[in-house]
């Protein structure tokens, strides 16, 4: 009885009670109230992410002008901390809410990079091709305007590739001459305004570069859930710039918010979840899945993998074929993302060096050499508290370049997604943040294992070991001294000995009947009356 009450407290302990004390102590550590650790850390991440940039210098320009195949080389990366940071923040009890602004700062780090950042490249013209090649798409009739708008600002127009310093591209800034006078460069210089392809320098400039216009600005004001009310929706965006959805894509189910910002994820997550994340920067979320079990720090973790798919192959999601622009047929290639809607230019999302994506891809480009170890999308996560502790983000961003019909300089250019740079987002947890995680957790669920086994063992081996000897006890029998069977000895004169006393033998190796027969009797000789003829 000891032994099986021991097994019952174990398993209750184990199953029971310390599982539902250690999830009521990771729920009150993760919510997104005041005061606690997680909230301090999601306002201001403690530590810069990395941050790193590479180039695709175009090797042969003057070749792809006349339609030739282009030839690219990867260069970098340009190694940067990026700091995020969210303040004026403002919570929401009723409602469970918590309102921020975000903002991202990019600091260059030269004794960390590969380059300096002096160096010149070659890249597609990021603004002129940009703005003919979508115009020609989706507003053709315009296209006798922008073409002489884009002939004075871009004076003189005689390549579809721009040679430009590294670091002007990147966060110093492309000047845009827009102080003509005439309609068609009021015009234009209007419409790059509008899209927030440039910002105003002076009254007579405007500069461009991919991310200068957004370093240490405000990245959005953001409504996230805190949990407290529902820990499934920790984190999950609600309204991003006072908007619950966006006004982005042809189909109600590509607008909605999916998930969290990417720096927080609800707990007491399983292997059939995925891991949505929503980005302003591409205008969609995206959800990693489960591939297998990973180790980091010596801590068991889950390793997760993200896949962009293939639309135009995935007719049993009907549901993002609002990422086509005319689907089926019409959708981008396997392992791409269009995201023209999103950033006013015919720009591919993929993986760097189109890795997993369709194969005419990379055959379509000289010196692009795929990886999985240095291109993938990664990251390990463990599920039961909702901690991603190393993961990398790389998105690689490439031009749909084609011909310019009827244009002098452009009409010869090849269709081909020619790769302009990639940047690779990541974090990895130091020895400070995997303890805490290791004491917090580990410890305690290797605890919680050692009490469950031991109870499961002692529990059960005692009991059976107890019921062996109990009822062995019970079924005891006793040994018995064997006994042989001579034939009797039926004479009672010769039976006789002293004080006239007959001994009668009751034969040997016969099991006694009843207790005490296990010696023969003996009798008196007056007793034995002889037999009479």
């Known amino acids: 009885m000891i032994c099986v009450v021991v097994l019952v407290c174990g398993m209750v302990f184990s199953y029971g009670i310390f599982p539902a004390i250690l999830r009521f102590m990771i729920k009150q550590n993760v919510l997104l109230k005041p005061g606690t650790q997680i909230r301090d850390m999601f306002e201001k991440i403690p530590f810069p992410l990395d941050f790193r940039l590479h180039l695709f210098n175009v090797t042969n320009p003057d070749e792809v002008m006349r339609g030739g195949k282009p030839r690219v080389k990867d260069i970098g990366p340009l190694y940067f901390e990026e700091w995020k940071e969210k303040y004026d923040t403002v919570d929401n009890v009723e409602e469970d809410t918590l309102t921020f602004t975000l903002r991202n700062t990019w600091i260059f780090r030269p004794d960390l990079s590969a380059l300096t950042g002096e160096e010149i490249v070659t890249v597609p013209h990021p603004l002129l091709m940009g703005v003919l090649l979508m115009v020609q798409r989706d507003r053709e009739a315009m296209m006798p305007l922008v073409k002489k708008g884009a002939n004075i600002i871009f004076n003189p127009l005689e390549s579809a590739f721009l040679k430009v310093r590294i670091m002007d591209l990147l966060f110093d800034g492309i000047f845009v001459d827009c102080s003509s006078q005439d309609f068609a460069v009021k015009a ?134 609002c990422f086509c622009r005319d689907a089926p047929d019409d959708c981008p290639p396997k392992g791409t993302m269009d995201l023209s809607p999103c950033l006013g230019g015919p720009i591919i999302g993929s993986k760097p060096h189109f890795y997993g994506a369709d194969p005419k891809l990379i055959e379509a480009v000289d010196g692009l050499e795929p990886n999985k170890e240095a291109h993938d999308v990664y990251i390990h996560f463990e599920l039961f508290t909702g901690s991603p502790v190393s993961a990398a983000k790389r998105l690689q961003f490439s031009m749909e370049l084609g011909p310019i019909r009827d244009h002098e300089v452009f009409g010869q250019l090849p269709e081909v997604i020619l790769p302009m740079f990639w940047a690779e987002e990541g974090a990895s947890l130091n020895k400070t943040w995997t303890n805490q995680l290791k004491y917090q957790l580990f410890l305690g669920l290797k605890f919680n294992a050692t009490v469950k086994w031991l109870t499961i063992i002692i529990g059960t081996f005692g009991a059976i070991g107890s019921a062996y000897m109990h009822f062995r006890k019970e079924f005891k029998t006793s040994d018995v001294a064997p006994v042989s069977a001579d034939t009797p000895d039926t004479n009672p004169s010769s039976a006789k000995g002293n004080n006239d006393v007959v001994s009668v033998s009751l034969g040997k190796n016969l099991p006694p009947v009843i207790d005490g027969l296990d010696k023969p009797p003996k009798m008196m000789a007056s007793e034995i009356r002889p037999d009479r003829y």
């Open 188 to 321: 234009l210089c209007s419409g790059m305004d509008s899209e927030g392809a440039v910002i105003p320098y002076n009254e007579t400039h405007y500069k461009f570069s991919f991310f200068g216009m957004r370093n240490h600005t405000e990245a959005g004001r953001w409504v996230v859930y805190r949990g407290v009310k529902n820990i499934r929706d920790l984190g999950r965006v609600i309204s991003y710039n006072d908007e619950t959805e966006m006004d982005i894509w042809d189909g109600d189910e590509c607008n909605q918010y999916i998930g969290t910002d990417s720096t927080i994820f609800p707990p007491f997550l399983t292997k059939q979840d995925r891991l949505w994340a929503w980005s302003p920067e591409i205008c969609r979320s995206l959800g990693a899945h489960y591939v297998h079990k990973s180790k980091y720090a010596g801590l068991p973790m889950s390793y997760f993998e993200l896949e962009f798919g293939d639309l135009k192959a995935s007719l049993n999601e009907p549901h993002n074929h």
